[in-house]
């Protein structure tokens, strides 16, 4: 039978392959030294032509030119790009260690005097980009950035019409030529028409080429390149005039997304670094976090919301029998009336499976998982993050909710619930596997996204799903990108079968969720909480005793509803604020379920009683720890501010445990050692109109 025949593109993938194994060897022997400088110069030299005359022929092939359909072709045509760039790197680096002295590194004028423009703006553009990452110049980095990729074209054509429903975006129709001026990670690319009017469209909108020029030279590319160059400056402006506008769009997280337009993208150095994945993005959900002030964090959701009268309460309400907080369809404790459909869901985060690891080049402080409610265009809850325990015995499966001999730390704690309040028929979960990392060479700190998955929460039928165990795909990309695969998972060939099928199967990353069905009892304390917010089981005592707490004081304690003065009480002052530190928020839960303990039944049956101790327990374990001016502030994967947190949280409770009931219980909190910032009257009062939503 005679040998299959091979590609173009798989050739010059072997061809790498090759040239990527002689330069370990070379590296291998320059470390060892097994020849002369000399000779080792000139191996390097002869390696660096061959990988340059590799990389020009990669340049100039097309999709046509395969002997047979080739899927992925654009993307797989990138890495090999991303390869020889990372090789002609490492060879550069060395060329400058051995050269001697009086000879340059650089090849012959000759053997790239055939380079066009575009390739030698790129070249350029990479190696100042470079630099400014190591130097930490960021003005340089954003000029390296700005120009497209040399290996893809800058002409598009529409695959589809697409209306621009906000500010920036440009509106295009079936079949039209755009020239794309910048290209983003986030999927939303920077066009201009024939017409020379400019805006933002979705990148799977389009496709490479021109129906219009298909068979224009190479001088008219050159042009082009010259000219993107030229309105660089110009397009800047209107992507930041851009991002004004959209800050006053309501509802809507495209404004941050689009700030990427003008913001260096640190995944580009670290791709042509190989230091990533493929399929690795800046963190979305981190982004929204950073960028979007309370807007996404649990504190927010956790205040009263006020009514569209703005007289009134819309999810708190008190049966005036009892004087207890009901659930919001409640209106009055004779006449219940229904409101809008509300989702509410209990379900565990078991493991994560086939996740790529990033490259040495980058030190991970956090392997976690952020989740939010999400209908595939907006963020309609808080993000609530999990973080994932890790072993580098596996080091491609992630786990979550192990067992400790205590309570589950929340941030550790899988188990989580999701409520919304609203009907949108594409509502589900968006989960976003992340880590926080340090790159080595430079310190510099960031978010990346390992992958995404989206389960959505009804059928097409608009039926809840059924309460089981589910494996969800993990895709790469953003949230806002369709088709873009996780290193590792096979990319789909264009006619794919059974077999194939099972083989993607086997090898796409996968997210593992167990969906359950809630007791009665927890089904009680979750209609009690906002109609939306994601948090973790664990903490719904607490979050629906602040809530019970918070009803009392706003619906009963008030002297009118019309009276907004401020309201002294410790409790709803300094609870939200926990809501956003894991650890303060388990040191409640832990002085709590002490303090609960020590009750006896028939207290526990007397909701005052139970109120007046959890305000006592809150006001002498967490008040003395929020305002401790020993206690580090709360930063995000920061292991020695975690660290010196945990202890002061450990011996401090520990000391109260041990005064409770003692005449000197008050020892604790009179300390000379135990220091506290200076008072402000915020700490004692809750100011209603500053809180309510």
Not at 219 to 230: I, L, Q, R
Not at 457 to 475: H, K
Not at 498 to 512: H, W
Not at 624 to 651: G, K, N, Q, T
Request: aromatic share 6%.
């Amino acid at each position: 039978m005679p040998p299959k025949a091979r590609g173009p593109l798989q050739l010059v993938h072997r061809e790498v392959d090759n040239i990527r194994g002689q330069l370990q060897s070379l590296l291998k022997d320059v470390q060892n030294k097994v020849e002369s400088k000399e000779e080792s110069f000139r191996r390097c030299t002869e390696l660096k032509i061959s990988a340059e005359k590799t990389l020009k022929h990669l340049t100039k092939l097309t999709k046509a030119d395969e002997i047979a359909p080739v899927g992925h072709y654009d993307q797989r045509k990138l890495e090999e790009v991303g390869r020889l760039r990372n090789i002609l790197e490492q060879l550069n680096n060395l060329s400058d260690k051995l050269s001697p002295p009086g000879t340059s590194a650089e090849p012959d004028p000759g053997d790239s005097e055939k380079e066009d423009s575009e390739e030698e703006t790129e070249e350029s553009d990479e190696d100042d980009s470079d630099e400014a990452a190591n130097d930490e110049n960021q003005k340089n980095q954003s000029q390296a950035v700005n120009a497209p990729r040399e290996s893809e074209p800058c002409i598009y054509t529409a695959l589809s019409d697409f209306k621009g429903d906000q500010e920036g975006d440009l509106t295009i129709q079936l079949g039209e030529t755009l020239k794309i001026i910048r290209k983003t990670s986030d999927g939303w690319w920077l066009a201009e028409n024939t017409k020379g009017e400019r805006g933002v469209v979705p990148r799977t909108y389009l496709k490479i080429g021109s129906n219009l020029n298909d068979g224009k030279d190479e001088d008219d590319e050159e042009e082009e390149s010259d000219e993107t160059e030229e309105e660089k400056e110009e397009s800047d402006e209107l992507s930041n005039n851009d991002d004004d506008k959209q800050s006053c769009a309501p509802k809507t997280n495209w404004s941050t997304f689009r700030k990427a337009l003008t913001e260096i993208d640190a995944t580009d150095v670290l791709s042509a670094m190989g230091a990533i994945p493929s399929g690795f993005r800046p963190s979305t959900l981190s982004k929204l976090l950073e960028e979007e002030g309370d807007k996404y964090k649990g504190s927010r959701y956790m205040q009263p919301e006020l009514s569209q009268s703005q007289l009134s309460f819309s999810d708190l309400f008190l049966d005036p029998d009892t004087g207890k907080l009901i659930p919001p369809r409640l209106r009055s404790s004779s006449q219940v009336r229904s409101r809008q459909t509300r989702t509410c869901v209990c379900f565990t985060l078991w493991s994560c499976k086939k996740i790529p690891k990033p490259g040495v080049a980058l030190q991970v402080l956090s392997r976690h998982i952020r989740l939010c409610a999400f209908d595939g265009i907006r963020v309609l809850s808080n993000i609530h993050t999990v973080r994932a325990t890790y072993s580098s015995k596996k080091p491609r499966v992630w786990l979550f909710s192990p067992r400790t001999s205590g309570v589950t730390p929340s941030l550790l704690d899988g188990d989580c619930f999701l409520r919304c309040d609203t009907d949108n028929p594409g509502l589900g979960i968006l989960f976003e596997l992340g880590v926080t990392f340090i790159r080595n060479s430079t310190g510099e700190r960031g978010d990346l996204s390992c992958g995404w998955a989206f389960f959505k929460l009804s059928d097409d039928a608009g039926n809840p799903v059924p309460n089981r165990t589910y494996e969800i795909p993990v895709c790469g990309g953003t949230p806002y990108e369709t088709n873009v695969d996780v290193e590792g998972a096979p990319s789909p060939p264009s006619t794919a079968g059974k077999f194939y099928q099972m083989l993607k199967a086997q090898r796409q990353p996968k997210l593992i969720v167990k969906f359950k069905t809630p007791n009665s009892r927890l089904k009680t304390q979750l209609s009690l909480l906002p109609d939306t917010l994601v948090h973790c089981l664990n903490c719904i005592p607490l979050l629906a005793m602040y809530r019970q707490l918070l009803a009392d004081a706003l619906l009963v304690d008030r002297p009118t509803m019309q009276n907004a003065d401020l309201i002294f009480n410790p409790v709803l002052a300094a609870f939200p604020a926990l809501v956003d530190q894991p650890d303060m928020l388990d040191a409640v839960r832990t002085a709590w379920m002490d303090a609960h303990s020590t009750m006896k039944w028939s207290q526990k049956r007397e909701e005052a009683q139970v109120k007046e101790k959890f305000t006592q327990t809150f006001l002498s374990s967490v008040s003395l720890l929020l305002y401790s001016s020993s206690m580090p502030p709360y930063r995000w994967a920061d292991a020695s501010s975690e660290e010196r947190r945990s202890r002061l949280i450990s011996s401090t409770l520990e000391a109260l445990k041990k005064a409770r009931g003692k005449t000197g219980s008050l020892e604790a909190l009179t300390d000379p050692a135990a220091t506290h910032v200076a008072f402000d009257i915020s700490e004692m009062t809750f100011d209603l109109l500053r809180e309510a939503r």
